[in-house]
Protein backbone atom coordinates (compact mmCIF):
# COMPACT_ATOMS: atom_id res chain seq x y z
CA UNK A 1 0.00 0.00 0.00
CA UNK A 2 2.60 2.17 0.98
CA UNK A 3 4.82 1.85 -2.33
CA UNK A 4 6.89 4.49 -3.29
CA UNK A 5 8.77 4.50 -6.70
CA UNK A 6 12.61 5.92 -7.21
CA UNK A 7 12.98 9.50 -7.82
CA UNK A 8 13.34 10.20 -11.21
CA UNK A 9 14.68 13.78 -12.35
CA UNK A 10 12.33 16.10 -14.04
CA UNK A 11 14.99 18.87 -13.92
CA UNK A 12 17.93 20.33 -11.76
CA UNK A 13 17.53 19.48 -8.47
CA UNK A 14 13.77 18.58 -9.23
CA UNK A 15 12.31 15.09 -8.74
CA UNK A 16 8.56 13.19 -8.91
CA UNK A 17 8.12 9.37 -7.53
CA UNK A 18 5.19 7.90 -7.56
CA UNK A 19 3.46 6.70 -4.29
CA UNK A 20 0.71 3.87 -4.67
CA UNK A 21 -2.16 2.94 -4.42
CA UNK A 22 -3.29 6.09 -6.09
CA UNK A 23 -0.35 6.72 -8.60
CA UNK A 24 0.02 9.94 -7.24
CA UNK A 25 3.46 12.26 -8.03
CA UNK A 26 5.03 13.18 -4.87
CA UNK A 27 7.54 16.40 -5.97
CA UNK A 28 10.69 17.03 -4.44
CA UNK A 29 12.90 20.44 -4.81
CA UNK A 30 16.17 20.43 -3.66
CA UNK A 31 18.02 23.98 -2.69
CA UNK A 32 21.96 24.41 -1.32
CA UNK A 33 20.50 24.08 2.35
CA UNK A 34 16.56 22.69 1.82
CA UNK A 35 14.52 20.72 0.47
CA UNK A 36 10.75 21.06 -0.07
CA UNK A 37 8.28 18.27 -0.49
CA UNK A 38 5.44 18.45 -2.66
CA UNK A 39 2.17 16.21 -1.13
CA UNK A 40 2.55 13.66 1.24
CA UNK A 41 0.82 10.23 0.25
CA UNK A 42 -1.88 8.51 1.29
CA UNK A 43 -0.74 7.37 4.88
CA UNK A 44 1.55 8.44 7.91
CA UNK A 45 3.47 5.55 6.99
CA UNK A 46 3.85 6.56 3.31
CA UNK A 47 5.08 9.98 4.61
CA UNK A 48 7.79 8.43 6.29
CA UNK A 49 8.83 6.42 3.55
CA UNK A 50 8.74 9.49 1.75
CA UNK A 51 11.12 11.39 4.19
CA UNK A 52 13.59 8.08 3.77
CA UNK A 53 13.76 8.54 -0.33
CA UNK A 54 14.63 12.20 0.61
CA UNK A 55 17.41 11.11 2.90
CA UNK A 56 18.83 8.56 -0.12
CA UNK A 57 18.96 11.55 -2.41
CA UNK A 58 19.71 14.68 -0.74
CA UNK A 59 21.88 15.75 2.11
CA UNK A 60 19.35 18.51 2.65
CA UNK A 61 17.15 18.26 5.25
CA UNK A 62 13.49 18.84 4.54
CA UNK A 63 12.55 22.33 5.61
CA UNK A 64 8.76 22.42 4.02
CA UNK A 65 5.70 20.17 2.73
CA UNK A 66 3.13 21.32 0.79
CA UNK A 67 0.28 19.83 0.00
CA UNK A 68 -1.73 20.74 -2.86
CA UNK A 69 -5.09 20.17 -1.89
CA UNK A 70 -6.95 17.46 0.90
CA UNK A 71 -7.29 15.05 -0.90
CA UNK A 72 -6.19 10.80 1.26
CA UNK A 73 -3.13 10.62 -1.42
CA UNK A 74 -1.81 13.94 -1.15
CA UNK A 75 -2.88 14.90 2.36
CA UNK A 76 -3.03 11.78 4.75
CA UNK A 77 0.89 11.56 5.15
CA UNK A 78 1.57 15.20 6.43
CA UNK A 79 1.97 13.66 10.43
CA UNK A 80 5.56 12.61 9.04
CA UNK A 81 6.05 16.08 8.55
CA UNK A 82 5.12 17.29 11.75
CA UNK A 83 8.60 18.49 12.95
CA UNK A 84 9.37 20.94 9.81
CA UNK A 85 6.36 23.39 7.97
CA UNK A 86 3.58 22.48 6.26
CA UNK A 87 1.84 24.69 3.94
CA UNK A 88 -2.13 23.77 2.77
CA UNK A 89 -4.65 25.89 1.88
CA UNK A 90 -6.68 27.78 4.41
CA UNK A 91 -9.87 25.23 3.51
CA UNK A 92 -7.65 21.58 4.18
CA UNK A 93 -7.76 22.16 7.67
CA UNK A 94 -11.05 22.85 8.45
CA UNK A 95 -11.37 19.44 6.07
CA UNK A 96 -9.07 17.40 7.67
CA UNK A 97 -10.08 18.71 11.18
CA UNK A 98 -14.12 18.02 10.74
CA UNK A 99 -13.55 14.22 9.09
CA UNK A 100 -15.85 15.45 6.91
CA UNK A 101 -16.29 14.61 3.50
CA UNK A 102 -15.60 11.45 3.37
CA UNK A 103 -12.43 11.79 5.26
CA UNK A 104 -12.79 9.55 8.06
CA UNK A 105 -13.67 6.74 5.63
CA UNK A 106 -10.87 7.63 3.49
CA UNK A 107 -9.11 6.97 6.35
CA UNK A 108 -10.23 3.40 7.64
CA UNK A 109 -10.12 2.25 3.77
CA UNK A 110 -6.66 2.60 3.79
CA UNK A 111 -5.70 1.37 7.41
CA UNK A 112 -5.26 4.86 8.89
CA UNK A 113 -6.43 5.64 12.51
CA UNK A 114 -8.48 9.05 11.64
CA UNK A 115 -6.89 10.24 14.91
CA UNK A 116 -3.43 10.37 13.14
CA UNK A 117 -4.55 12.58 10.56
CA UNK A 118 -3.15 16.33 10.77
CA UNK A 119 -3.76 20.00 9.00
CA UNK A 120 -0.65 21.83 7.63
CA UNK A 121 0.91 24.26 10.17
CA UNK A 122 0.63 27.42 7.51
CA UNK A 123 -2.91 27.84 6.04
CA UNK A 124 -2.56 30.44 3.13
CA UNK A 125 -5.15 31.93 1.43
CA UNK A 126 -3.43 33.20 -1.94
CA UNK A 127 0.43 32.91 -1.96
CA UNK A 128 3.79 32.49 0.00
CA UNK A 129 7.31 31.84 -1.34
CA UNK A 130 9.48 29.24 0.22
CA UNK A 131 13.85 29.93 0.23
CA UNK A 132 15.87 26.77 -0.02
CA UNK A 133 19.21 28.72 -0.10
CA UNK A 134 20.36 29.40 -3.69
CA UNK A 135 16.71 28.72 -5.23
CA UNK A 136 13.19 30.23 -4.38
CA UNK A 137 9.87 27.80 -4.47
CA UNK A 138 6.65 29.97 -5.22
CA UNK A 139 3.11 28.45 -3.71
CA UNK A 140 -0.48 29.96 -5.25
CA UNK A 141 -3.90 29.17 -5.09
CA UNK A 142 -4.96 30.65 -8.55
CA UNK A 143 -8.47 29.47 -7.89
CA UNK A 144 -11.32 26.67 -7.58
CA UNK A 145 -11.65 23.80 -9.57
CA UNK A 146 -10.74 20.50 -8.24
CA UNK A 147 -11.38 21.38 -5.03
CA UNK A 148 -11.88 24.67 -3.54
CA UNK A 149 -8.19 24.45 -2.13
CA UNK A 150 -6.04 23.73 -4.73
CA UNK A 151 -1.86 25.03 -4.69
CA UNK A 152 0.19 24.96 -7.33
CA UNK A 153 3.98 25.07 -6.55
CA UNK A 154 6.10 26.87 -8.94
CA UNK A 155 9.92 26.82 -9.10
CA UNK A 156 11.17 29.36 -10.97
CA UNK A 157 14.78 28.72 -12.09
CA UNK A 158 13.62 25.35 -13.33
CA UNK A 159 10.59 26.31 -15.05
CA UNK A 160 8.23 23.67 -13.49
CA UNK A 161 4.92 24.04 -12.58
CA UNK A 162 3.35 21.18 -9.91
CA UNK A 163 -0.20 21.10 -10.60
CA UNK A 164 -2.12 18.69 -8.19
CA UNK A 165 -5.10 17.76 -9.34
CA UNK A 166 -5.97 20.79 -11.40
CA UNK A 167 -4.46 18.85 -14.12
CA UNK A 168 -4.20 14.70 -15.14
CA UNK A 169 -2.37 13.08 -17.56
CA UNK A 170 -2.66 9.45 -16.18
CA UNK A 171 -6.65 9.53 -17.64
CA UNK A 172 -9.14 12.48 -17.54
CA UNK A 173 -9.05 15.05 -15.06
CA UNK A 174 -11.50 13.88 -11.53
CA UNK A 175 -14.66 16.04 -10.70
CA UNK A 176 -15.43 15.28 -7.21
CA UNK A 177 -18.92 16.86 -4.96
CA UNK A 178 -16.40 18.87 -3.95
CA UNK A 179 -15.01 20.40 -7.36
CA UNK A 180 -16.15 23.71 -9.12
CA UNK A 181 -16.83 22.64 -12.70
CA UNK A 182 -17.73 26.10 -13.77
CA UNK A 183 -14.41 27.82 -12.52
CA UNK A 184 -12.20 25.06 -12.82
CA UNK A 185 -11.08 26.36 -16.92
CA UNK A 186 -10.13 29.83 -15.64
CA UNK A 187 -7.96 28.54 -12.92
CA UNK A 188 -6.13 26.99 -15.43
CA UNK A 189 -5.92 30.06 -16.94
CA UNK A 190 -4.07 30.63 -14.21
CA UNK A 191 -1.82 27.87 -14.73
CA UNK A 192 -1.40 28.81 -18.76
CA UNK A 193 -0.34 32.51 -17.47
CA UNK A 194 2.79 31.16 -15.33
CA UNK A 195 4.26 29.30 -17.99
CA UNK A 196 6.69 30.40 -20.93
CA UNK A 197 6.76 28.15 -24.37
CA UNK A 198 9.11 25.20 -22.65
CA UNK A 199 7.47 25.30 -18.89
CA UNK A 200 6.69 21.78 -17.79
CA UNK A 201 4.42 21.02 -15.38
CA UNK A 202 3.83 18.05 -13.18
CA UNK A 203 0.64 16.92 -12.99
CA UNK A 204 -1.26 15.07 -9.95
CA UNK A 205 -1.19 11.80 -11.62
CA UNK A 206 1.06 10.62 -15.05
CA UNK A 207 3.63 12.35 -16.82
CA UNK A 208 4.95 15.60 -16.94
CA UNK A 209 3.48 17.61 -19.90
CA UNK A 210 3.60 20.99 -21.96
CA UNK A 211 1.89 23.82 -22.53
CA UNK A 212 -0.06 22.54 -25.15
CA UNK A 213 -1.63 19.93 -22.97
CA UNK A 214 -2.21 22.35 -20.11
CA UNK A 215 -4.83 24.40 -23.02
CA UNK A 216 -6.19 21.03 -24.38
CA UNK A 217 -6.86 20.45 -21.13
CA UNK A 218 -8.71 23.84 -20.63
CA UNK A 219 -10.39 23.50 -23.58
CA UNK A 220 -12.28 20.18 -22.27
CA UNK A 221 -12.89 21.57 -18.83
CA UNK A 222 -14.58 25.08 -20.46
CA UNK A 223 -16.31 22.46 -22.55
CA UNK A 224 -18.28 20.67 -19.58
CA UNK A 225 -18.83 23.57 -18.12
CA UNK A 226 -20.69 25.26 -21.07
CA UNK A 227 -22.50 21.77 -21.69
CA UNK A 228 -23.70 22.25 -18.23
CA UNK A 229 -25.06 25.55 -18.63
CA UNK A 230 -26.38 24.69 -21.92
CA UNK A 231 -28.45 21.72 -21.36
CA UNK A 232 -29.56 23.52 -17.96
CA UNK A 233 -31.12 26.52 -20.12
CA UNK A 234 -32.80 24.12 -22.76
CA UNK A 235 -34.74 22.98 -19.72
CA UNK A 236 -32.83 19.42 -19.60
CA UNK A 237 -33.39 17.98 -15.95
CA UNK A 238 -29.99 16.74 -14.12
CA UNK A 239 -31.45 13.29 -14.05
CA UNK A 240 -31.08 13.26 -18.53
CA UNK A 241 -27.89 15.27 -18.83
CA UNK A 242 -25.27 12.61 -18.60
CA UNK A 243 -27.47 11.07 -21.61
CA UNK A 244 -28.40 14.35 -23.34
CA UNK A 245 -25.29 16.21 -22.91
CA UNK A 246 -22.06 15.79 -25.38
CA UNK A 247 -18.91 15.28 -22.78
CA UNK A 248 -15.01 15.17 -23.69
CA UNK A 249 -14.68 12.93 -20.98
CA UNK A 250 -16.58 9.10 -20.00
CA UNK A 251 -19.25 9.67 -17.77
CA UNK A 252 -17.92 8.14 -15.36
CA UNK A 253 -15.54 10.85 -15.04
CA UNK A 254 -17.86 13.72 -15.97
CA UNK A 255 -20.28 12.57 -13.82
CA UNK A 256 -19.85 14.60 -10.26
CA UNK A 257 -19.18 17.30 -12.21
CA UNK A 258 -22.77 17.80 -14.08
CA UNK A 259 -24.53 17.42 -10.41
CA UNK A 260 -22.23 19.73 -8.90
CA UNK A 261 -22.88 21.63 -12.37
CA UNK A 262 -26.37 21.62 -12.12
CA UNK A 263 -26.52 22.80 -8.34
CA UNK A 264 -23.79 25.41 -8.57
CA UNK A 265 -26.19 27.05 -11.33
CA UNK A 266 -29.27 26.60 -9.16
CA UNK A 267 -27.69 28.40 -6.12
CA UNK A 268 -27.26 31.28 -8.77
CA UNK A 269 -30.40 31.55 -9.54
CA UNK A 270 -30.37 29.86 -13.53
CA UNK A 271 -33.52 27.09 -12.82
CA UNK A 272 -33.15 25.56 -16.15
CA UNK A 273 -36.97 26.38 -17.63
CA UNK A 274 -37.64 25.75 -20.83
CA UNK A 275 -38.62 28.94 -22.47
CA UNK A 276 -42.34 29.25 -23.29
CA UNK A 277 -44.58 31.33 -25.55
CA UNK A 278 -46.62 34.65 -24.47
CA UNK A 279 -50.50 33.48 -24.56
CA UNK A 280 -51.59 36.35 -24.18
ZN1 LIG B 1 -7.53 15.02 -5.75
Known amino acids: MSEL??????????????????????G?????????????????????????AVARITAAPV????????????????????????????????????????????????GVDPAELVAPHRQIAVATAVDLGDRRVEIAHLGRGHTDGDLVVVVPDADVVFAGDLLESAGPPWYGDDSFPHEWAATLDGVIGLMARRSRVVPGHGPEVDREFVFNARGELAAVSGEVRRLVESGVAERDA???????????????????????????????????????
Open 5 to 26: SDWREVAAGVYVAVAEPAGVNV
Open 28 to 52: LIVGKEAALVVDTGSSPAQGRAIRD
Open 63 to 110: STAVVTHWHYDHAFGLAAFHDVLTIGHESVAGRISALDHGVTEAARGL
Open 242 to 280: LTAGSWPFPEVNVAAGVARGYADLADVGIKGVRPTLPLA
